[in-house]
């Protein structure tokens, strides 16, 4: 491993260290404030917390064209359910297994960490030729792109950006995916429920979960709708009672797991055990990749005083809404081989008091299909009786075929690698949909080292092709810097 690799890997592990969990940035901004100062070079941060470094060019280079290099400072914040990680105070613990890295029972924080690191490395290497080079650091990418949107023109003087938010060495991203987040919410009526009835706690856990974009192919389960799948029957059942339902921990992620707490008679808790059994075998002949599956019931103590629950009617109306809301893929892209075009994701569930509130998203790389999903959850919600709002909203990227940047990338890859890249759109919201819509000259690429499973436990990153990019991106400087043709 040469010198650039090693401050690659050590400069991510530094930022592993430090928690940036969306809306939490401030300590990791400090830390690059911090960084940048210390080697002369300029910092802004705008009104929203966005962070631009300006890092001069190499002598001779000063009039090429300005590159910007573009990644985000927050990370999805995912753990095990048995992981004691606190994500306001402790480092994420890196565990490296052969080629590839993992945390420790959390997400690693690759999306968005390599992007960081890639920038500091590169900024760092004083000896290589490179054009005026800006770093700029989004904050509340995974919130719904919240940081690009509230960038302004002038913020930024460089007209070449290259994100480092995609997820496949080789692979050129040069369009993406809008999106819509619909929540559902609606009132719940409650009854008592009869004096001796034993509660139960309903779990559906162990799924893999992932992007609720770029996984959503994946035919993985979501813990949500097998739960729903599980508590059908039961809740037209009047001796079993639904007293709450949750699931989901974020809007773009998978949901891996979903619980629902019940209260039924003494004789029917084996009957439910069996219903738990059967779903479970049910659930994972159907998704084999799920090994670590489960549909489990278990008793709970009674809490003191009255146990309110939904009555029948209610509750079939919470399930049949769950069942009847779409998730997965619905169209594939008709212009990139292999991608999704328009997918849903059944993200959250919460019905603890006399509130039901569901969160759903839509992606599509077409605005009308787009809108074509929402209105179809809309509707979905509106016959079950609830009401809709719409939030974190993101337009499309389009794809430039004439892009002078994505021409440069191809040659450069070819020349390095011998061999030609694959162009592709990603199933997922990147901030070059939105930085475009903010800097309409600005011409754009994505491009990232391999890393899988990214929103779940199980992110890995491959340190090769982190490597690699970093050669690659530094090749693409001098390029630029040197003044030849695309």
């Not at 890997?9 to 690059?32: D, H, M, Q, V, Y």
């Not at 997400?107 to 920038?119: E, K, M, P, R, S």
Request: proline share 5%; glycine share 10%; with cysteine.
């Amino acid at each position: 491993m040469d010198a650039a690799a090693h401050r690659l890997l050590e400069i991510f592990e530094t930022i592993s260290r430090i928690p940036r969990c969306s809306k939490n940035e401030g300590a990791l901004t400090r830390w690059f404030e911090s960084w940048a100062d210390a080697r002369g070079f300029r910092t802004q941060t705008d009104r929203a917390g966005n962070l631009r470094i300006a890092v001069p060019p190499s002598r001779g280079c000063e009039r090429a064209p300005g590159v910007v290099l573009q990644g985000h400072l927050d990370m999805v914040c995912e753990k095990t359910p048995e992981s004691p990680h606190d994500f306001s105070r402790d480092p994420i613990r890196l565990i490296r297994e052969a080629d590839w890295i993992r945390a420790d029972g959390t997400t690693l924080g690759a999306d968005n960490g390599v992007a960081l690191a890639l920038g500091a490395v590169l900024a760092e290497e004083a000896g290589s030729a490179r054009p005026p080079l800006e770093l700029l650091f989004t904050v509340e990418e995974e919130t719904g792109l919240n940081g690009a949107k509230q960038l302004q023109p002038g913020f930024v003087h460089g007209r070449l950006l290259v994100n480092l938010d995609s997820e496949t060495e080789g692979v050129f991203t040069v369009g993406c995916a809008g999106g819509r987040d619909v929540t559902i919410t609606r009132a719940l009526s409650r009854t008592e429920v009869a004096h001796g009835k034993q509660i139960m706690r309903l779990q559906v856990g162990g799924l893999r979960g992932g992007h609720s974009g770029i996984d959503i192919h994946r035919h993985r389960g979501n813990a949500l709708k097998l739960l729903a799948r599980t508590l059908i029957g039961l809740a037209s059942d009047g001796e079993v009672n639904l007293i709450e339902v949750g699931g989901g921990t974020r809007r773009n992620a998978i949901p891996r797991d979903a619980f629902a707490r019940l209260a039924c008679p003494a004789g029917r808790t084996d009957a439910l055990r069996q219903r738990a059994s059967e779903c479970q075998a049910l659930f994972r002949g159907e998704f084999a990749a799920e090994h670590a599956l489960e549909v489990t019931v278990r008793p709970e103590e009674a809490p003191a005083g009255r146990i309110a629950a939904l009555g029948a009617a209610e509750a079939a109306a919470l399930v049949h809404l769950l069942l009847a809301l779409p998730h997965g893929v619905a169209q594939l892209s008709p212009d990139f081989e292999g991608v999704v075009l328009t997918s849903c994701n059944l993200a959250m569930a919460d019905a603890n008091s006399d509130r039901l509130r569901v969160i759903t998203s839509q992606r599509s790389m077409s605005q009308a299909a787009l809108n074509a999903a929402s209105q179809g959850v809309r509707a979905i919600a509106a016959l079950a009786g609830g009401g809709c709002e719409t939030e974190s909203e993101y337009p499309p990227w389009t794809p430039n075929p004439g892009s002078a940047l994505l021409s440069r990338c191809r040659r450069l890859h070819r020349e390095r690698y011998h061999a030609e890249p694959r162009v592709s759109a990603i199933h997922a919201g990147i901030e070059c949909a939105i930085i475009g819509g903010i800097f309409p000259d600005m011409d754009m690429i994505s491009v990232g080292p391999t890393t899988e499973n990214a929103h779940s436990p199980s992110e890995r990153l491959h340190v090769p092709s982190f490597c690699r990019l970093q050669g690659f991106l530094a090749a693409l400087l001098a390029s630029v810097a040197s003044g030849e043709h695309p």
